[in-house]
């Protein structure tokens, strides 16, 4: 029995497997050789739950970041609005790389290209996903409330002060950030997502956009 709370696998499809498995070797011998069956891991047990009733996890109404970076310096933000009475819309997709990002941002550690390149080859993508929450503060709209999902925990940690930045680096950008988010009137919540989840067994608005974020920042940091 799956204890609430704890990382479980849920199958909706077929009917005669549909369930809720504690582990992946159940979960993997009940979908083995079943055609059709539709599987995934999810966080909790009560996400299972919901997936199985239908509901799945929608998105609460109001605006959203998901923002993703990578190693190879690609930044992806999407911008996500959910009304009362609507589904959740795609107000802005932007896939970057950090140069494009960073480039006349005023950050001082980062104001020539050189200086760019040096700290993506020391960061790789704690630099990248850090300059995916500048861009995202810089595109909300003034005094707005809004919520930042991201997979590094880092970017939440920092921005809350849970952790400590000891780079002087990456100290520099959270206080860019922080100092945007003044500046700019937002009042702005953190939400960690689990990296490359899927979303194949049911409805996951937050597994959906997080991969959107995580394809723009691929698809930038390959034409860069």
């Known amino acids: 029995m799956a204890k609430a709370g704890s990382k479980v696998y849920v199958v909706t499809e077929p009917e005669r497997i549909r369930g809720i498995y504690d582990s992946w070797p159940a979960c993997a011998a009940a979908v083995k050789g079943v055609s059709g069956a ?5 966080a909790s047990l009560e996400q299972a739950e919901a997936m199985l009733r239908g509901e799945g996890t929608a998105l609460e109404p109001g605006l959203y970041a998901f923002v993703d970076g990578n190693h190879l310096g690609g930044v992806g933000v999407v911008l996500v609005e959910r009304t009362a009475d609507g589904e959740p819309e795609i107000v802005e997709a932007l896939g970057l790389t950090v140069h494009q990002v960073f480039a006349g941002a ?22 990248a996903e850090l300059a995916a929450l500048h861009l995202a503060l810089r595109l909300f709209p003034e005094g707005t409330a809004v919520t930042v999902v991201h997979d590094y925990e880092g970017v939440g940690a920092w921005l809350e002060g849970r952790w400590r930045a000891k780079d002087p680096l990456v ?30 067994a049911g409805r996951d608005d937050f597994a959906h956009f997080n991969a959107r974020a995580d394809a723009l920042a691929t698809e930038a ?3 860069a």
């Open 38 to 42: 539709r599987y995934q891991a999810v």
């Open 106 to 127: 005023g950050l001082p550690s980062l104001s020539t290209p050189r200086a760019i390149t040096a700290a993506l080859n020391r960061l790789r993508n704690v630099l």
């Open 171 to 200: 100290a520099e950008i959270v206080e860019a950030c922080r100092a945007l988010i003044g500046r700019r009137r937002l009042a702005v919540r953190f939400r960690r997502q689990s990296g490359h989840a899927a979303s194949w």
């Open 221 to 223: 940091a390959a034409g």
